[in-house]
């Protein structure tokens, strides 16, 4: 790596990524590392479209000149059979964030699920994953889902509204992770009662999609609550969670460290983790 940057030119693909806070960071980062980043939005809402377009937009994107592309819900999975090569992890995840344009080849990559690992440790790091209950098991959530079992999580319940996926994600990563024991669907306040700790890794909470993404009854203060919708930062769901006295992740960490690992790879530049992440609270606090 280090390779020396003079500019790079990169893009957001998603849904109602107007509030998306990547483009500053990325643009920051590479500004105080000595070079030029462009970073641009590629809307599907803004555009009228939908995934069915991506065959289009990453052409485009490569006649361009963009050296990569971050991709986000709800594209994360639909993407994949549009790419040349996969990074073990993407593979593993069926999940890809991250696009490479390299020398006429698309490769797709994962760094949510580094992201969010990172940001867990830093957040909360002595609570408990003897029972994990998992909202969400699509794109980001299959990559959650795996940082939540390498963190050691002894048992992981997934819940999804499409309950075929979230079946297919726990048979995959019961695979993965064979000492641990992964359930997909049943009682979400049984599965609630027992729980030590709640992921969110669905959109609701988002600006676009406000709300909680479950019933507030069922949270309970020896609960831990990790959110990966980080716009806003104090998503309806975290302020419940913190009302009853639970310990609480934003999603603030997890945008932080998917874009620190995304911008090395973009850039072949190491960044500075700290500074993102102080820079990405300066954002937030606006």
């Known amino acids: 790596m280090n390779r020396p940057a003079r500019s790079v030119l990169l893009g957001l693909i998603g849904a109602g990524i107007g509030g998306s806070l990547s483009p500053a960071m990325h643009e920051e980062e590479a500004r105080r590392q000595g070079f030029a980043c462009v970073y641009r939005r590629i809307d599907l809402e803004t555009l009228g479209v939908d995934a069915s377009a991506l065959p289009d937009l990453l052409t485009a994107a490569e006649r361009m000149g963009f ?11 639909a993407v994949i059979p549009l790419l040349d090569e996969l990074s073990d992890d993407a593979r593993a995840l069926g999940a890809v964030n991250t696009v490479l344009f390299r020398e006429g080849r698309r490769i797709g990559c994962n760094t ?3 992201g969010f690992t990172r940001s867990f440790q830093r957040g909360l790091p002595d609570v408990s994953l003897a029972r994990v209950v998992q909202l969400g098991a699509g794109g980001a959530g299959a990559a959650v889902a795996h940082a939540v079992l390498s963190l050691g999580a002894a ?3 997934l819940f999804d509204v499409d309950e075929a996926r979230a079946a297919s994600l726990a048979n995959e990563l019961q695979q993965r992770f064979p000492t641990a024991a992964v359930i997909s669907g049943g009682s979400l306040p049984e599965a609630m009662r027992h729980a030590t700790g709640l992921v969110h ?8 999609l406000p ?11 020896e609960l831990w609550v990790a959110d990966i919708v ?12 913190e009302k ?11 945008a932080v460290y998917q874009a620190v690992d995304a911008f090395r790879l973009f850039t072949g ?3 500075d983790a700290d500074r993102m992440f102080a820079h990405l609270q300066a954002l937030l606090e606006r």
């Open 155 to 157: 048992q992981l319940t």
């Open 269 to 271: 530049v190491e960044p």
């Open 112 to 114: 949510d699920w580094s």
């Open 230 to 241: 980080y716009f806003p930062i104090r998503t309806a769901l975290i302020e419940a969670a």
């Open 67 to 77: 050296d990569g592309l971050n991709i986000t819900y709800p594209c994360k999975q």
């Open 201 to 208: 890794a669905t959109p609701t909470g988002m600006a676009k």
């Open 244 to 254: 009853i006295g639970c310990r609480t992740l934003s999603g603030g960490g997890m």
């Open 211 to 221: 709300g909680l993404p479950l019933s507030a009854d069922l949270l309970h203060r």
